[in-house]
């Protein structure tokens, strides 16, 4: 099943089910249309992993870790499917990041890797959208993560049956695909990141571990129309504006 949070036409907020062209709840089905798809999960922080692709890195002229590399975006960060990324303004370089995000199901603190999969309630997509201007220059990179809008995530959470360990990752800019990958080529396991990131913190349900992006990064101008596909998951889309 893919699960899905919506406001329905009476303003009240769902949690259904998520039919490509129709969302439903209680036995009412929506056109699309009709509905405003919201953040489909309500995470208290969003961990997220650097350089977890070795081309990635490649690409950013910077070494692989030989850990974990992580960092947070808060709440504030959170944009809906179908919505709109205001960029930073003043800013010559914002780029794109697909990504796959491991939705946790219950709170956790000190979880071993063969023990991961009992807290993973499933698989969602998120945009590492990325302002390189200050992230290039600073060191905990909240100008250049954290700032609103820069974490499009959705559309929907996808119950782990759905999901492959060699999904396909695909991230398209006004219809041109600029990356294709596999999750099949993350340096860090998902189990791998769970047991890190665990023992430094406690994960609460709803959080999302953002695992990484691959090669092909590339830079978002006003207008642009985003579309991240993960197979198995969905697609992700939101457009860019630029003040």
Not at 138 to 155: C, L, S, T
Not at 181 to 190: A, E, G, K, R
Not at 226 to 240: P, R, W
Request: aromatic letters at 6%; a negative charge.
């Amino acid at each position: 099943m893919h699960h899905v949070r919506f406001r329905d036409p009476a303003g009240a907020v769902r949690t259904g089910e998520w039919h490509d062209d129709s969302v439903s709840f209680g036995g009412e089905t929506y056109d699309l249309d009709d509905v405003d798809i919201l953040p489909p999960c309500e995470p208290s922080k969003v961990v997220c992993i650097g350089r977890n692709y070795a081309k990635h890195a490649e690409e950013r002229n910077e070494e692989v870790p030989d850990r974990p590399m992580l960092f947070l975006k808060p709440p504030n960060t959170l944009a809906s499917h179908g919505g709109t990324v205001t960029l930073p303004a003043g800013k010559e370089n914002v780029e794109h990041e697909a990504e796959l995000g491991v939705v946790i199901g219950e709170q956790c603190r000190n979880v071993a890797a063969e023990d991961a999969e009992s807290v993973i309630a499933g698989y969602t997509i998120l945009n590492d959208v990325s302002n390189r201007d200050d992230q290039d220059i600073e060191k905990n990179w909240v100008r250049g993560k954290a700032f609103d809008g820069a974490a499009p995530i959705g559309p929907v959470v996808a119950d782990p049956e759905h999901f492959s360990d060699d999904a396909r990752i695909t991230l398209r800019v006004n219809g041109e695909t600029r990356q294709d990958s596999s999750i099949d080529y993350l340096i860090f396991s998902i189990p791998e990141l769970i047991e890190e990131i665990t023992t430094y913190m406690t994960l609460e349900a709803g959080d999302v571990i953002s695992t990484g992006t691959p090669e092909g990064v590339g830079p978002l101008e006003d207008g642009d129309h985003v579309e991240v596909e993960i197979e198995g998951v969905g697609v992700l889309e939101h457009d860019v504006r630029q003040d």
